[in-house]
């Protein structure tokens, strides 16, 4: 069965600084891996995803995020933290490896940003 | 705006009832996610329809049932509502291929008292 772990589930950080939400995944064949994130009332928005190619993900508002391969993690990352990016993080994963597999979240990680 | 609409936004009913939640997905997208999510239980998957048929089953129990029509809009039934059923409703639409991501709706707040 395929799975997700966010380890964290609060992530501090102060504005300006770089700032990481982790993800480990497991899954069955080649993954397709995504982030989403929620704003206080809102649905989940889609940020970014790894099909194929460069481990290196660029997303939107400036995150992108890193495939290993080898440490089955798929971390969002941003250079330079902003007070509006404070918001839950939620690290998804769907298997490869033929017939029909539904997509699998992470347990959610809140990034609060200190200004 | 994701172009995921969800009805109604909010709901508040009583223990024992039966209510309905409605949503379209995106145009175009066959598709449709349904989720919980509350404080203590995070984001959990209930159900999945593509093209009028169930695809995936997640921890929907017994007491929900949902449908997708021919139009591609899905209902969720929620019976015999318990003040553990109280949360917020999620639905979510995607086009075919399984790499493609999800759009979420705004949700639908359902408060069983």
């Known amino acids: 069965a395929q799975s997700v772990a966010q380890p964290e589930d609060q992530v501090n950080v102060a504005e300006g600084n770089p700032l990481t939400v982790k993800c480990t995944y497991s899954v069955s064949g080649n993954p397709y891996l995504f982030w989403y994130v929620q704003y206080p009332n809102r649905g989940l928005q889609f940020l970014l995803k790894y099909i194929t190619g460069d481990n290196l993900v660029k997303g939107s508002y400036g995150f992108e995020a890193e495939f290993n391969k080898s440490q089955t993690s798929f971390h969002l990352k941003k250079p330079s933290a902003l007070v509006s990016d404070s918001a839950l993080y939620f690290c998804?994963?769907?298997?490869?490896?033929?017939?029909?597999?539904?997509?699998?979240f992470g347990t959610g990680t809140k990034l609060q940003v200190i200004p | 705006d994701s172009g995921v609409t969800q009805t109604p936004k909010h709901l508040i009913t009583a223990t024992g009832q039966r209510v309905t939640l409605r949503c379209s997905p995106r145009s175009g997208d066959l598709s449709v996610y349904w989720y919980q999510q509350s404080l203590d239980q995070g984001l959990q998957f209930l159900i999945q329809y593509y093209n009028g048929e169930e695809r995936a089953k997640g921890n929907i129990l017994e007491r929900f049932s949902a449908q997708q029509f021919p139009d591609l809009h899905s209902e969720l039934n929620l019976s015999s509502l318990e003040l553990g059923d109280s949360a917020l409703y999620f639905c979510?639409?995607?086009?075919?291929?399984?790499?493609?991501?999800?759009?979420f709706g705004p949700g639908t707040r359902l408060t069983v008292l």
């Open positions: 979510a639409s995607s086009a075919r291929d399984r790499y493609n991501e999800q759009f």
């Open positions: 998804a994963v769907r298997g490869n490896s033929g017939g029909y597999q539904k997509v699998t």
